[in-house]
Structure formats: structure tokens, C-alpha cells
């Protein structure tokens, strides 16, 4: 396999990565974030763990053609199952799922969440659930990222076990992203004008006698507009 080239998100996600970490890619597909991380000298340990039988295998192969196998484990494992104590896993990736399965999956293996020292999660949707999770669960949310590739938009949620200086997040810091929210990046206001427009499109069709539809949408459309304010 020839030096990895990891996609604008991917690349996103691996800057996140503390040097010399001791990794689990959960849903690593082909495994190319660990295999990038280890052929550029950033880690030198990586658990590879993927549920599906095909992603497995292709992972499997990309990693032992690039003779990487002594550097990144490859598991077929379902979620934290693929992390083993005695390899003193601290930093876990889980990209590229919805926001709720990622909150399912840390639920399932929460235990497997003790010597944890940095989550780095890219939800492709219901980014709010998982902060929830995230809060609910004792970690601080330290860093985020948003950005567009390939005509669509990912955020990128760090989050670290809690610390003592805890800040309370708002209703609209769970929504929008605590940091996201205050920094209001040319493409964090691309995804929400994006969005008003969606909702203008949707009360165009909604019928006046769906009220409480219509105050839904509205009020969705007040939040935002206070945000981009």
C-alpha cells in the first residue's frame, strides 16, 4: 500500500490525535486513518476494529500489504469490544456514523471508557445527542471542528474525561457546538443558512392548519437566526 491519503475529513480527525497515543479506529473500514497515522510517525500502535466482515477483511489486507501488521491490530469486533485492557488503549476515533450510534456504542462499552483520555468523534448527524451523551457521562467537550468536503458538512467533537472547571453547556451549545457556536466560521454559517433555507422550503409545503408543525419549524428558525446573529 503507498502512503495514505486521508480525505479533508479524515485528515481533520487524525490532527486530533495526541502524538504517541495508543489508538482504537472503531468502524475503521479500511483502516486507512490508523495506517496514516502510523506510516507518518505520529503513533506507533493502533487497533484497527471494524463489525462488518467485508470492511474487516479489506482492512486487514491493506495492513498487512503495507507491513504495518506489527503497528495496527485489525479486529472484527462490535464497537469497544475491539479494545483489550492490556494494550492501554487511551484515545478512541468512531467517525463517520450517526451521532446516536456513536452515543450507543460508548454506552455499550462504557466500561471499556476508564482509561480514556481523549475521544474524537465525527458524527454525520444528531451532533446534539452525542454532546448530551457526552455531558451526561462526565466529559468535557475540549475542541471541535467543522467543515465541508465533498458538498458536505462534518463536525468533529473532542471530548475528554471531566476535569474540575466543568462549564455548563446551554441549549444552544448542545445544538450548535460550544465552540462552534462562539467562533461562527464561514462554514459553520454555510451549514445553517443551509439549513433556514431547508425549513423555508418546508413551511412553504406545510399546510396552515398544521400549527404546531408550523411553530416547530418556526421556532427552529428563530435559533438559528439568533446564532448567526
Sequence with gaps: MDKIRLSARLQAVADFVPPEARLADIGSDHAFLPAYLVQTGKINFAVAGEVVDGPFRIAKNHIESANLHNNIYVKKANGLDAIDVSEQIDTVV??????????????????????????????????????????ENHFTIVAEQILLDADKFYEIIVAEPESTNLTKLSKADFRFGPFLSREKSVIF????????????????????????????MLKKQAEIKEVLS
Aim: without cysteine; proline residues 3%; glycine residues 6%.
Design 94 to 135: 468512531i467517525a463517520g456514523m450517526g451521532g446516536i450510534l456513536i452515543a450507543d456504542i460508548l454506552k455499550t462499552g462504557q466500561e471499556k471508557l476508564d482509561s480514556i483520555t481523549r475521544l474524537i468523534l465525527q458524527p454525520n448527524n444528531h451532533e446534539d445527542t452525542l454532546r448530551h451523551w457526552l455531558v
Design 189 to 216: 454559517r454555510q451549514k445553517w443558512e443551509k439549513e433556514l433555507s431547508t425549513l423555508d422550503k418546508i413551511l412553504l409545503r406545510l399546510p396552515e392548519e398544521q400549527a404546531e408543525k408550523r411553530f416547530e
